[in-house]
């Protein structure tokens, strides 16, 4: 039996890859993907095959590049393969 978590998260990131690309669909799949509480102290912009991330300074940063793995990841099921990579900036 398939968990109940898994088939959500899989009918999510279908609907999501549906949406023609913009810069809400992509900021919608940042907070589904870090959540509520990294995505408010973050900015993300997707440049070409690059999510490119600015943190508000740089603890955040660092939380960012320590779960970048599993947020690219994550962000691959939701917008598809070709997001390739995170990079990251800080604001101070």
Sequence with gaps: MLPLQACTSSVL???IRRQPAS???TTFAWTVAV???LAKVTSIELVDDVVVVAAQDS???REVER???IV????QALLG???RRIRIATAD
Aim: glycine letters at 14%; charged letters at 25%; a positive charge.
């Design 81 to 83: 393969p070709g997001v």
């Design 23 to 25: 810069k809400e669909r």
């Design 72 to 75: 690219l990841e994550r962000l």
């Design 67 to 69: 779960a970048s793995p």
């Design 35 to 37: 959540g509520p509480a």
């Design 59 to 61: 603890r955040w940063a």
């Design 13 to 15: 990131a279908g609907i």
